[in-house]
């Protein structure tokens, strides 16, 4: 009975010291699908005056919904679009609108 007590103290520390060194690591792997591409066909102004807008994403609640580039004449004579990006900021990135200069 002694000698069965002594094999199994030695296996439970055994076990111990094999799970107090073992190194757990897990990998994960995402495959990310890229986006679609966009194909933009710019037709020819309507007139002169006319300047493209490029493509924004337009504030929808809580997301962005995309608005497609079309043709506008600027609000002022010589008028020039910046067109809207993202912009980083601590906790996320955020959508600066496009906006005439």
Known sequence: MKKITKILMLAVIA???AVANSNAQVIIRARLTPPRER????????SPRHVW???????N???YTYAPGHWVIP????GVWIGGHW?????GSYWVAGHWR
């Open 87 to 91: 912009a980083d900021r601590r906790g």
């Open 15 to 17: 076990s111990l010291f």
């Open 75 to 78: 609000p002022r004579r010589g």
């Open 39 to 46: 194909v933009v066909i710019r037709s020819a102004p309507p």
């Open 61 to 63: 609640g809580a997301t």
């Open 53 to 59: 807008v490029g493509e924004e994403w337009v504030p």
